[in-house]
């Protein structure tokens, strides 16, 4: 896949181009996706997702007080997995102030030399969000660009979001966000080495470092799925500070079971799938280590259970 960060997006050859922020790849997003590259097989073309970075969230908001469900780096994983040919991460300030018509005529139909346009119904683009699909199609008409309107996408009565995603996180609804997502939500991070007290006491953990822009589920326990070198493993994993042995900042600490090598450096994805409790302090390590007893064999039977047969039958 052709990944592109700045300016330079030229295209010889036709697109057919889906454009939006695409933050978690939702079902929304994967139907905006799915149209861009059946028009691109059937009429010879490339498909390309066309994003911002910044999000355009971070440029008109506190970055501290929003957070992405997908760091950079997971979006470009996730985008790669569908087989788009090309992914831009158009440079937001560029277009900040960009009129609807320059950003649609100068870079879509002519650097980008799409052909086809695929947006959903409440898309919004250029200076103030000024540019509508209305607009778009009206463009289009005029030189030749073909501008397909998707309906948005629903579950359970409401419109699948990105800003349902975060609220289904942000509330502990981890299997909720997962329909959403149509895939289990995960961060992708570089292991590194922490206090090794879990291995002391027979629960050897792996502590990940996640990007700063992510949006992390409530600190507490989960259980999870951990992808090492290509293998999936189960485990259990603690969003938090680790109060109980003094801890101070947030890390995401997992126990992975039947696994004890060392993979510092290593880069890994962990798959959330149940919320299991709230992070506590516990009155020492010999009570800590009987609730982590007591969790690792609930999330164990919680592998047996049909919820999760569905998504280890998609390879999860």
């Given at each position: 896949?052709?990944?592109?960060t700045?300016?330079?997006?030229?295209?010889?050859?036709?697109c057919?181009?889906?454009?939006?922020n695409?933050d978690?790849?939702h079902?929304?997003?994967?139907?905006?996706?799915s149209?861009?590259?059946?028009?691109?097989?059937?009429?010879?073309?490339?498909?390309?997702?066309?994003?911002?970075?910044?999000?355009?969230?971070?440029?008109?908001?506190?970055?501290?007080?929003?957070?992405?469900?997908?760091?950079?780096?997971e979006?470009?994983?996730?985008?790669?997995k569908?087989?788009?040919?090309?992914?831009?991460?158009?440079?937001?300030e560029?277009?900040?102030?960009?009129?609807p018509?320059?950003?649609a005529?100068e870079?879509?139909?002519?650097?980008l030399?799409?052909?086809?346009?695929?947006v959903?119904?409440?898309?919004?683009?250029?200076?103030?969000?000024k540019?509508d699909?209305?607009?778009?199609?009206?463009?289009?008409?005029?030189?030749?660009?073909?501008?397909?309107?998707?309906s948005?996408?629903?579950?359970?009565?409401?419109?699948?979001?990105?800003?349902?995603?975060?609220e289904?996180?942000?509330?502990?609804?981890?299997?909720?966000?997962?329909?959403?997502?149509?895939?289990?939500?995960?961060?992708?991070?570089?292991?590194?080495?922490?206090k090794?007290?879990?291995?002391?006491?027979?629960?050897?953990?792996?502590?990940l470092?996640?990007?700063?822009?992510?949006?992390?589920?409530?600190?507490?326990?989960?259980?999870?799925r951990?992808e090492?070198?290509?293998?999936?493993?189960?485990?259990?994993?603690?969003?938090?500070?680790?109060?109980t042995?003094?801890?101070?900042?947030?890390?995401?600490?997992t126990?992975?079971?039947?696994?004890?090598?060392?993979?510092?450096?290593?880069e890994?994805?962990?798959s959330?799938?149940?919320?299991?409790?709230?992070?506590?302090?516990?009155?020492?390590?010999?009570?800590?280590?009987?609730?982590?007893?007591?969790?690792?064999?609930?999330v164990?039977e919680?592998?047996?259970?049909?919820?999760?047969?569905?998504?280890?039958?998609k390879?999860?």
């Amino acid at each position: 896949m052709e990944h592109i960060t700045n300016h330079n997006i030229e295209q010889e050859i036709p697109c057919a181009v889906t454009l939006g922020n695409f933050d978690g790849l939702h079902e929304g997003h994967r139907t905006l996706i799915s149209t861009a590259k059946k028009y691109a097989e059937e009429m010879g073309m490339r498909s390309v997702v066309f994003t911002f970075n910044p999000h355009p969230m971070f440029f008109f908001k506190n970055r501290e007080l929003n957070k992405l469900i997908m760091s950079r780096p997971e979006k470009l994983y996730a985008v790669e997995k569908l087989g788009v040919d090309v992914f831009v991460e158009y440079p937001f300030e560029e277009i900040a102030s960009m009129s609807p018509e320059d950003f649609a005529i100068e870079l879509l139909f002519k650097k980008l030399n799409a052909k086809v346009i695929v947006v959903g119904d409440n898309y919004r683009f250029g200076s103030k969000a000024k540019g509508d699909p209305a607009l778009l199609k009206k463009l289009g008409e005029e030189y030749g660009v073909k501008v397909i309107v998707e309906s948005d996408v629903y579950l359970e009565g409401n419109i699948v979001s990105s800003t349902r995603v975060r609220e289904c996180l942000v509330n502990r609804d981890v299997p909720m966000a997962n329909r959403l997502l149509t895939e289990p939500y995960f961060m992708i991070g570089t292991v590194v080495k922490g206090k090794e007290l879990g291995r002391q006491f027979g629960f050897p953990t792996v502590n990940l470092v996640a990007d700063e822009d992510k949006l992390f589920p409530p600190n507490g326990v989960y259980a999870t799925r951990v992808e090492i070198k290509g293998k999936l493993y189960s485990g259990i994993t603690n969003v938090g500070i680790n109060p109980t042995v003094n801890g101070t900042f947030k890390i995401v600490e997992t126990f992975i079971f039947d696994f004890n090598e060392f993979i510092y450096g290593e880069e890994i994805k962990i798959s959330f799938f149940k919320w299991i409790r709230n992070e506590k302090k516990f009155n020492g390590v010999e009570e800590l280590m009987a609730e982590i007893a007591k969790n690792t064999a609930e999330v164990k039977e919680y592998f047996k259970t049909d919820d999760f047969k569905y998504w280890e039958n998609k390879g999860y």
